[in-house]
């Protein structure tokens, strides 16, 4: 009895095998910050991929299947991300995987969804480690040395600073590999870095650094961090008397930075990828749905997670297929991709290389300052 049965049961699993490819749908996963610290990131971001899959199923889906998304919140803590991802390839068998905004989240995923050659495709993620992790890793953002490199011209053309400060979020990879981008293009240009003062996530009292800064004699300050700990920082620094501009990168757009600083933040400057201001059709047309679905304006991390959806979409389509080496061979070869948030082409280390653009806050809002290019 036991022989007969052997050679069934090797059937059943060859069948189960096979059937991973052979689904009634496309399983896509995603893995987002949508509660705890970084919930203004992923939140949005979900909602463009949301609005990416629905307007994709509308339109037949892709290979005459439909899009079936799949999301685990990391809750914006550390272990979650690695934990989320594995339970969305071995549980929900997915093709490819969505995420995340922020790069301390992608760094500690990227290794697992590496070693199972599964495509993932960040949205927002910009430090430049993160698609070092291997060939199955991508991005649809500019990495955090472009984003550098744009500050360090801006400090110099458009705010005509020669003495800058620096303040690292020295927990935070993003911030630290801004920072170190922005001061070897700084000084190479004949600034000056005064002063650099350190802090970490979730710190809320940056009177001693900015007490330091104020002391040096800066004409800026540059704060590399996330949201949070930005707005604090502008509030404390316009409290001691420094009414000196303050910028930083894309980790500041997000509502609640207007919300925490207020008043500090008028006459800040960030470093984004996505203006609902742009004048442009594509941007235009993307403001009108996402607020038809959502009831606001999109944000950068909306604009970039719909765009993420997007561009994994095209490469299935190219590819003919939901085999995850297939798709991964499509995503390297994406050129001139048409998207909300610019043009977009993989390079050869699997990042896009697109526009940036700097926003100011005016009046409690952001406003459109200028577009810079690769």
Known sequence: MPSRLTPLLAVA?????????????????EYASLTGKEAAYGETSHKGILLAIEELNAQGGVLGKKLELFTEDNQSK???????????????????????????????AAPVIQGAKIPMV????????????????????????F??????KFAEDHLKA???????????????????????????AGGQIAVEQRYSEGDKDFRAQLTAVKAAGVDAIFASGYYTEAALICVQARQLGLNIPIF??????????????????????????????????????????????????????????????????????????????????ALAATKDYSAVTGRITIDAKRNASKSAVILTVKDGKYKFVTSVAP
């Not at 690695?82 to 929900?92: G, Y």
């Not at 960040?122 to 040395?145: H, L, Q, W």
């Not at 020669?162 to 190479?188: C, D, H, P, Q």
């Open 248 to 329: 930083g990168g894309d980790g500041w757009d997000a509502p609640p930075l207007l919300e925490i600083g207020g008043a500090a933040m008028e006459g800040t400057y960030l470093c984004a990828h996505y203006s609902p201001d742009n004048p442009s059709a594509e941007v235009q047309n993307f403001n009108q749905r996402y607020r038809a679905r959502w009831g606001s304006l999109p944000d950068a991390w909306a604009a970039l997670g719909y765009d993420s959806a997007f561009v994994l979409a095209d490469a299935i389509r190219r590819a003919g297929s939901a085999e995850p080496k297939a798709i991964r061979d």
């Open 78 to 108: 550390q272990g979650e991300s690695a934990t989320a991802v594995k339970k969305l390839i071995s549980r929900e068998k997915v093709v490819a995987i969505l995420g995340e905004v922020a790069s301390i989240r992608s760094l500690e």
């Open 162 to 188: 020669r003495r800058v400060a620096i303040l690292t979020s020295v927990s935070n990879a993003y911030s630290v590999g801004m920072s170190k981008v922005f001061k070897e293009r700084f000084t190479a």
């Open 13 to 29: 699993a060859l069948l189960g095998a096979a059937s991973l490819f052979a689904q009634e749908t496309i399983r896509i996963g």
């Open 122 to 145: 960040s949205s927002a993620s910009v430090n430049s480690r993160v698609t070092e992790v291997g060939d199955y890793i991508f991005r649809v953002c500019f990495v955090d040395s």
């Open 147 to 152: 984003e550098g490199a744009v500050l360090a």
